[in-house]
């Protein structure tokens, strides 16, 4: 798992154009309480960087903000420290599009800031004080940073909640129709499968988290039902709990969907950790008791003949499908037609 997970990393950092040289590992019984790693394995990881001339060290997970701190004073500055939550929050800032999605990243952003921000600012040691100055006579830089976030953090919070509302609304417009729900690791295919069912010209980009909104399309089936088919952000490990809490409302879809499809990338070395998140994010979600089937995508990109053998063994003979080669797509969607008319006479 921390195989996969470096390299899930890589990716990550690849995403926002930063090019991985090398990673170091650490087995310990326990995280350090200080530092997250040993003392001597931080000494050696920035010994290891001075020599390469690297300026960012990334962290596979999320630091604790007084390991976040005590590594920056180790690191004296000459090295930019970026954690796994920062990482992906850095990635969802660059893909936000909406305003309602610019919004909820910044609030995660805000809240994961506020308790680092004394390691961030070790460094500014003087006291904002004398006329004129905001915080008035003696008041320290950060806790004006603080007053400031907190502020923001409340409008923002304000503002989600209306368009939660709206969303409310919106639902009670749709209660009478079928509600589908497409949810699977980032970049497994959802958007193009979105596509190929709707005809929907979906925005496709072979990268993590391409999109973060949730897009909702109305298909007509061969039975003449009508559906809903909605695709929201991708799923992922160690997703940010600020992330995923700020997500929550657009996330809501799922949890109203009468059929849940869980894309499934069969090309991935780690296919077994990616529906195990997408699980354990259902559940936290209370999506997990939703009527759901598993599609597995990208076909033609499996050479292995065992796989295919292993996951219908595994799964019962589930739906195998490539959007980009379009195989199976209609087989999938008759298996939608009948799981809708099932209902519906239900």
Avoid at 47 to 61: M, R, W
Avoid at 113 to 139: K, V, Y
Avoid at 197 to 207: C, E, M, P, V
């Amino acid at each position: 798992d921390i195989n996969e997970e470096i390299e899930e990393m890589k990716l990550l950092a690849n995403t926002i154009n930063f090019n991985i040289v090398d990673s170091i590992k650490q087995n310990r019984n326990s995280i350090d309480p200080a530092t997250y790693f040993g003392k001597g394995k931080i000494k050696t990881i920035f010994e290891q960087a001075s020599i390469l001339k690297i300026k960012t060290i990334f962290i596979n997970d999320d630091l604790k903000p007084n390991h976040y701190k005590n590594i920056k004073k180790i690191a004296k500055d000459k090295i930019e420290i970026i954690d796994r939550t920062c990482l992906i929050l850095n990635i969802f800032s660059n893909n936000a599009k909406t305003n309602e999605s610019k919004s909820q990243v910044r609030l995660a952003y805000l809240q994961y800031m506020m308790p680092r921000l004394s390691g961030m600012w070790t460094h500014l040691e003087r006291q904002m004080g004398g006329i004129g100055t905001r915080g008035g006579p003696g008041e320290k830089q950060i806790e004006i940073d603080r007053r400031i976030i907190r502020n923001d953090i409340k409008k923002l919070k304000n503002n989600l909640s209306k368009v939660t509302r709206q969303r409310n609304n919106q639902k009670k417009l749709r209660k009478d129709i079928f509600k589908i729900s497409l949810v699977g690791y980032t970049n497994a295919g959802k958007s193009s499968l979105l596509k190929k069912i709707s005809g929907y010209d979906a925005f496709i980009k072979d990268q993590l988290f391409a999109t973060l909104e949730t897009t909702t399309k109305r298909v007509m089936l061969p039975s003449k039902s009508e559906v809903i088919i909605s695709d929201t952000v991708g799923f992922l490990r160690k997703l940010p709990h600020n992330l995923v809490a700020s997500f929550r409302s657009t996330l809501s879809e799922i949890k109203d969907s009468d059929l849940i499809i869980k894309v499934v990338d069969l090309s991935s070395s780690d296919i077994t950790g990616h529906i195990r998140t997408i699980n354990e994010t259902l559940e936290y979600l209370d999506a997990d008791k939703c009527q759901s089937i598993y599609v597995f995508n990208k076909i033609d990109l499996v050479n292995n003949k065992n796989i295919f053998s292993k996951i219908n063994k595994k799964y019962n003979e589930p739906l195998m499908i490539s959007t980009l080669k379009e195989l199976r797509i209609d087989t999938l969607i008759k298996t939608i037609d009948d799981i809708v008319t099932m209902n519906n006479k239900e």
